[in-house]
């Protein structure tokens, strides 16, 4: 796999070469091909190409301010926030100078209440959405598809916050609008509604939330085809809704079929597998089949590694499981570990106020109680107290992944 990954960077880094010769739209179109196969760090190569090319427009040129952004989005991608909010911020002061580009800057600002959002700013990420969202409506009209993703997005921090009567009528405005708008957007649409899917879960209504990610399999299939990754996603989220109702059975062969999917149409060390093989892991780890686990989990691990490097958020919430089965197989000391290691990267990727650094400080805490640190383990477990309750002033639930939509090309 790791061969894979370093013929795939040599062919990356050729493409860059041409591209360094080229003018600067297809400059760009060279970066914007690397980002939608998965090959983010190959991509924000060919993007500080382009930046280099659009540094000579001069300072105020449009072309520079949407370089930027895009660049930024490449560095998020890999989980390099500041870098990507660095990148956003430059682009917002080109376009605020130019007087007429509140599009642009709306869709900037989207992208700025991700970084808050990931940071466990959920306060800063639902103003600032809020703020898009009211934007796109004045500009576009209340039922524009941009106007839809910012619902979607907007209702995905609400559900962040367990404030689900919030955010099921906002999803339903997304989906209202998405799916007015054609088939190629009505897959979009997909999306929200695996979101709304999620909502249901959250509050017990499993038997819903099936019905709702089974429609979402079934229009992929029907527009996309069987082979598409779009439809290895929606594999995915069924098989994680089946998991939870302990039909182990039925979610590990569709657990098994978007891996077969995603290694057909994405190839074996495309980040997207990486997600399916650590939820496959969980599900073995549930079921009791351990060291089946463990290659799932380490099968990730290399992906997210050789894709995002080894200090990624995902990264982090995989060296988390594997400390979870390290506790489990009483292997406290080299569980342990894994867990400060997930800590600091959730430490620095997240803040200091952020849930999923209290759940990453307890284990570690756990495990070193196995090991007879007791004294470590409940300074630890008084850390991750004081980081629950800074989260509680900015958030009034848990976390969950945001999927949001990416903004129309134009």
């Known amino acids: 796999m790791r061969n894979l990954t370093v013929v795939a960077v040599m062919v990356s880094a050729l493409a860059a070469e ?4 080229q003018g600067w739209d297809e400059t760009m179109r060279a970066a914007r091909e690397e980002f939608a196969q ?15 090319q659009a540094e000579a427009f001069g300072p105020a040129d449009r072309r520079l301010a949407r370089t930027l952004h895009d660049l930024g989005f490449a560095c998020y991608r890999q989980g390099r926030l500041a870098e990507a909010e660095a990148c956003y911020r430059r682009a917002q002061g080109i376009w605020e100078r130019a007087g007429d ?33 009211q934007s796109r409506t004045r500009l576009l009209g209340p039922d524009h598809v941009e106007v839809g993703e910012a619902a979607n997005n907007l209702a995905e921090v609400y559900r962040s916050r367990a404030d689900f009567a ?34 249901e879960r959250a509050e017990g209504r499993l038997g819903e939330a099936e019905k709702l990610h089974q429609e979402v399999v079934a229009m992929r299939e029907a ?48 980040p997207d597998l990486a997600v399916t093989l650590n939820n496959l892991g969980s599900l073995e780890h549930r079921a009791g089949r351990l060291e089946a686990a463990e290659r799932q989990y380490r099968a990730a691990l290399r992906i997210w590694t ?15 499981n594997l400390a979870r089965l390290c506790l ?8 342990e570990s ?19 650094l209290a759940e990453a400080l307890d284990l570690q805490a756990a495990l070193l109680r196995r090991t007879g640190e007791k004294a470590r383990a409940k300074e630890l477990e008084a850390e991750a107290s004081t980081v629950r309750a800074a989260a509680a002033r900015v958030s009034t639930g848990g976390t969950v992944d945001v999927h949001t939509l990416a903004a129309p090309k134009r």
């Open 328 to 335: 489990d197989q009483r292997r406290a000391a080299e569980g």
């Open 306 to 320: 050789d894709a995002f490097g080894s200090e990624h958020p995902s990264c982090g919430t995989v060296y988390l």
């Open 101 to 133: 580009a509140e599009r642009d800057l709306a869709t900037n600002l989207n992208d700025l209440a991700m970084v808050a959002y990931e940071r466990g700013d959920l306060g800063l990420a639902e103003t600032e959405l809020t703020r898009v969202l």
């Open 38 to 52: 998965g090959r983010f760090p190959e991509a924000e190569t060919v993007y500080r190409r382009a930046l280099a």
């Open 223 to 270: 527009v996309q085809g069987a082979s598409h990754p779009d439809v290895a996603t929606a594999l995915g989220n069924l098989a994680g809704l089946r998991a939870e109702r302990r039909d182990y059975g039925d979610a590990e062969r569709l657990f098994r079929r978007a891996l077969e999917i995603q290694r057909a149409a994405l190839g074996a060390s495309h």
């Open 166 to 199: 919030r955010a099921r009528p906002m999803y339903q405005r997304a989906l209202r609008i998405l799916f007015a708008s054609g088939v190629a957007v009505a897959l979009r649409a997909a999306t929200v509604q695996s979101n709304l899917a999620e909502v």
């Open 18 to 21: 041409r591209a360094y010769g």
């Open 338 to 356: 894994l867990a400060a290691r997930a800590v600091a990267i959730r430490r620095a990727a997240l803040g200091n106020r952020h849930p999923a």
